[in-house]
């Protein structure tokens, strides 16, 4: 499979969970709702709810390599089954990275729509015949403009793999004002899994927050 395909927290203060930056909220001296990953170098950050398991970053590293991903910046990752399919917890991906001269001049909507898996159907009608993923079905799609220049694409699609069952996608792709870096977050797991835990996953992918230098 194209390896494109698979391209903090809080301090204890006094027995209340604090956090450094005060948009990361939590319910004072109490047990803390979600964990926050964050980027501090691009203004980036995310949260998903507690419970969810973040891999080290050294794990998210080596399994990118092993994915045959050679790209470069920031990532970060939750759940054990990193990079599989037909999974029954729901697996998140963050990615941000500087794109070189050459990528920045040729980004496009329909870069980001590809960002990690092939979405637009001009890259899905160049796949060879023993692509592993069938049966696309693209569930939404709509163009992101935040503020402060950044822009990009949020889109939600489903893929079988191998022929096992169906996973959903909910994949936020952006860039800043001038096309000098890349911000990706993918949230996925298998249909009954991505339905029974809509409202998390909508908490994640809505907290997915960029700040333009």
């Not at 069952?165 to 990706?184: G, H, M, R």
């Amino acid at each position: 499979m194209a390896n494109r395909a698979f391209r903090w927290k809080s301090g204890l203060v006094g027995g209340c969970a604090l956090l450094v930056a005060v948009v990361f909220g939590l319910t004072a001296c109490g047990a803390p709702q979600y964990t926050y990953s964050a980027d501090y170098s691009a203004n980036t950050y995310f949260k998903v709810p507690y419970g969810w398991h973040q891999l080290k970053q050294t794990d998210v590293t080596s399994a990118l390599k092993s994915a045959g991903w050679s790209g470069g910046g920031w990532t970060s990752a939750f759940d054990d089954n990193f990079l599989s399919f037909a999974i029954p917890s729901p697996f998140v991906f963050a990615q941000v990275g500087s794109l070189t001269s050459t990528a920045s001049n040729g980004l496009s909507y329909n870069t980001l729509i590809d960002a990690f898996l092939p979405v637009s159907s001009s890259i899905r009608s160049q796949l060879p015949s023993n692509y592993p993923l069938t049966n696309f079905q693209l569930i939404s799609q709509k163009k992101l403009t935040p503020g402060q220049g950044v822009h990009g694409i949020e889109e939600t699609y489903t893929y079988t793999y191998g022929g096992m069952i169906a996973d959903t996608f909910e994949q936020v792709a952006l860039t800043d004002s001038d096309d000098t870096k890349f911000y990706l977050l993918v949230v996925h797991c298998t249909d009954n899994c991505f339905a029974k835990n809509q409202k998390a996953i909508d908490d994640v992918i809505s907290s997915f927050t960029v700040r333009s230098p």
